[in-house]
């Protein structure tokens, strides 16, 4: 799904892209403040209980996911160091939105401890759908399979977090509910998927 919006949104992001690069903005850098953005809004904004805004704030820092690759493509400086910088801070970044859930949802005044075990298998099963095609790649295979990938997972936690926000009931549970069955669900396709390109040649 986002990859389909992916090239509309780089579209959009080509000028402000141009106009970092003309003042000699460094992508990394990109990458560092998106993240402290991200980990920032999250940890103040979701266990203060102000979904709708941190959702908000989380959103615009989570573009500059693909600011930077935007960016790097106008200088000419892809690297192998920015793409692994990028993979590893957008775990840090996933980690502290799961985290701010797993906290709003216990410093309730009636905590919701069941939702906040699923805000927890959901931030687990999400590190383990990139590990799996990490892992994957570095045994010269790919895993790049599967229902909810990154930036879907993402998608569904920062709408349904969103709309939690504005009032509309259920709808928090519902994304958490659906996000742990569509990432268990993507570990499994992309273990399927590695074990036949590895055993079942």
């Known amino acids: 799904m986002l990859n389909v919006l992916r090239p509309v949104v780089t579209r959009v992001l080509t000028p402000l892209g141009r106009a970092l690069a003309n003042r000699g903005v460094s992508p990394d850098v990109i990458t560092a403040i998106g993240t402290l953005g991200v980990v920032a809004s999250a940890l103040a904004f979701y266990p203060a209980g102000h979904l709708f805004a941190g959702s908000l704030v989380i959103t615009f820092f989570v573009l500059a996911d693909l600011l930077d690759g935007v960016l790097a493509r106008l200088t000419g400086k892809p690297s192998t160091w920015g793409a692994f910088l990028d993979s590893t801070l957008d775990r840090l970044g996933d980690a502290a939105i799961f985290s701010g859930l797993i906290l709003y949802f216990v ?27 990490a892992r994957a790649e570095g045994l010269g295979m790919e895993a790049n399979v599967g229902i909810a990938e990154r930036g879907e997972r993402i998608a569904v936690i920062l709408v349904a977090a969103g709309l939690s926000g504005l009032g509309v009931p259920y709808i928090l549970a519902a994304g958490l509910w659906l996000l742990a069955a569509a990432s268990g669900v993507t570990v499994v396709q992309r273990m399927v998927h590695v074990y036949r390109q590895a055993v079942v040649r």
């Open 107 to 133: 410093l309730k005044d009636e905590p919701e401890i069941v939702l906040a075990a699923v805000a927890l298998f959901c931030l687990a099963a999400g590190a383990l759908v990139s590990y799996a095609k």
